[in-house]
């Protein structure tokens, strides 16, 4: 059971290139989100996807595209990279549990876009 | 509006004194709160939840916070910190709106360190 997997670890972008980073679940859950991390600023969400064919923008979304490929995968999605896209990028997952809907995180994308 | 403030941005303590670390949210609804933790270059892990149990509830190593609805509060504390508890604090708020999606709105983080 390895939980909430993201690819690549790293990844270095020219300004304009486009990437995509994966993100990937095995503990059957229905919803996944997509957060950028930037110092000083905690997670801010960029996109989620309540369940598998439906996805909504969160607090960040422009410059971003997602894709809910399955209930296993969420991908996000920079078309044309930015400087100021420049930060760590986190996917988690949520189930319920009681009436809480807890979310686990996986381990991080450290993007540099120079 | 849902939003959380952590009051401190930096707090240091020496190993072996006690770690209080502070937060306060803002919710219309019935909140949830947690705490979660990011050791350097990792992702975040889950040190404990509020959801209108009990209002003293404790987490993992040693960690527990206290619900305070009348000061909307939820702080973390431990009475001994250890040099492994050294890393960033995030407080979190959410609220259950009887569906399977929960927003989270984090807090901006307080930053542990722990001297020998």
């Known amino acids: 059971n390895a939980g909430v997997t993201q690819t690549p670890k790293f990844q270095v972008l020219k300004t304009g290139q486009s990437m995509t980073l994966q993100c990937a679940q095995d503990m059957n859950h229905n919803s996944m989100y997509w957060y950028r991390q930037d110092p000083g600023m905690g997670l801010r969400l960029i996109y989620y996807?309540?369940?598998?064919?439906?996805?909504d923008k969160g607090e960040v979304p422009n410059g971003y595209n997602v894709s809910r490929l399955n209930k296993r995968e969420f991908s996000l999605r920079l078309e044309s990279a930015a400087p100021s896209q420049t930060s760590v990028y986190f996917c988690?997952?949520?189930?319920?549990?009681?009436?809480?809907?807890?979310?686990?995180f996986g381990p991080g994308t450290r993007l540099t876009v120079l | 509006a849902q939003s959380v403030t952590q009051l401190d941005s930096h707090v240091s303590v020496s190993e072996g004194t006690p770690v209080l670390l502070r937060c306060n949210y803002s919710s219309s609804y019935s909140p949830s709160l947690f705490w979660y933790v990011q050791h350097p270059n990792k992702g975040l892990q889950l040190l404990l939840k509020y959801t209108s149990a009990a209002t003293l509830v404790k987490g993992i190593n040693g960690f527990e916070a206290e619900f305070k609805k009348s000061e909307t509060s939820f702080h973390l504390t431990k009475p001994s910190a250890h040099m492994s508890d050294a890393a960033e604090y995030f407080c979190?708020?959410?609220?259950?709106?009887?569906?399977?999606?929960?927003?989270?709105?984090f807090g901006r983080g307080t930053q542990l360190t722990v001297w020998p």
């Open positions: 988690a997952s949520s189930g319920r549990t009681g009436r809480t809907d807890t979310q686990y």
């Open positions: 979190v708020v959410s609220f259950d709106r009887g569906s399977t999606l929960g927003r989270l709105y």
């Open positions: 996807s309540a369940s598998e064919g439906t996805t």
